[in-house]
């Protein structure tokens, strides 16, 4: 083990963490109604614990055990054979797993976004279980645990390059929530502004920040490969901030706050695959053009589309991890076969299961909640709790 890179590591993973609880339930939170918001950090934080838990169990193992190139078997299920001593590479085993503990926990957590105000707490847990085990687990294997899309695979000496999760995380947390908001249909009111717009922006800075152990910590060592891509990761979500709000200010004559900062978002899941493999001017530019492109594909599927993706997880994080990922063979740094072909298998495979589990787990638990309890809000009705006495 080299004891920088298992500092960084836990750094990392701290970082990673920090993305989730509480930036992104932050960053969602304040975009939804504030009879709704509790409900939003609910989600969030629960599935953080859940997952944690059928990481340990079972999800570690399947996409990190020693199967075959299409999952990693039940070998390594509750840390089985790992103690403090085992090995990965330059880290302690355990350390690896709860790095990508971190991932599995923020990957199902970005869904949430699709369906707040709306849905049961019982269809959120169960769904995101079942999907972080059976979607997320396998395709983290596939290209990251020696799967059949790595070096080597179906795709012959270059395989598929994703280097924190354009395909693994930002694909198919991306095209979920949009099958999800398709299944689940509109919000009875769907035209109410962000009740908090500075918790957006709080929540907004804190993934920023956690970002860097995410791109950064996806090098697993503490070297320059690490710096480069903390660095290129900060220039395309500059990048994309900045050409949000322009493209803002020229459609509709005012930069918003929550514009900007979506832009921040759609800068990061664009520059997460290409991290460990692109210039800082090329980030630049991957960044410029996900804050245009990402901005008019929200346009595309809320206006035009009608399609109610409630927190836009699909135009900003799935699109922005695609373009990402496209991106790297762009720049020469993988082929356009293993990037597109993998985009392509992922993005059916991705479709198959969330479909698949929606139908499962609305038979099970439920799926929408009442016309009276979406009117009501779900933090009185599903939790019991309001986040604001206004009577006080």
Known sequence: MVG??????????????????????????????ARNVLSVFMHVYAI???????WLAVGYSIAFGEGNGYWGGLGKIFLFGIDANTVKGTLPEVLFFAFQMTFAIITPALIVGAYVERI?????????GLWMLLCYAPVAHWIWGGGFMSDGGIFGATGTRDFAGGIVVHETAGLAPLIIAVMLGRRKVDNKPPHNPGYVMIGAAMLWVGWFGFNGGSQ???DGGAAMAITVTHISAA??????????????????????????IAGLASITPASGYVTPVEALLIGAIAGILCQEMVNLIRGKLRIDDTLDVFAVHGVGGIFGTIMIAAFGA???????????????????????????????????????????????????????????
């Not at 049961?120 to 995101?128: A, D, E, I, K, N």
């Open 4 to 33: 920088a890179d298992t500092a960084w590591i836990l750094v990392a993973t701290a970082l990673v963490l920090f993305m989730s609880l509480p930036g992104l339930a932050l960053f969602y939170g304040g975009l939804v109604r």
């Open 48 to 54: 953080a614990c859940l997952m944690s838990l059928l």
């Open 120 to 128: 049961s707490f019982g269809f959120v847990l169960t769904f995101s």
């Open 220 to 222: 697993l060592a503490a």
């Open 239 to 264: 990048a994309a901030s900045m050409t949000w709000a322009f493209w803002e200010r020229i459609k509709y004559g005012k930069a918003s706050l929550v514009g900007i900062v979506t832009g921040t």
């Open 334 to 392: 993988g082929t356009w076969m293993a990037q597109l072909g993998a985009l392509v298998i992922v993005g059916l495979f991705t479709t198959i299961v969330t479909v698949t589990l929606v139908y499962v787990t609305k038979v099970l638990v439920g799926f929408r909640v009442d016309a009276e309890t979406e009117h009501a809000g779900l933090d009185l009705a599903q939790h019991g709790e309001s986040a604001y006495d206004h009577n006080s």
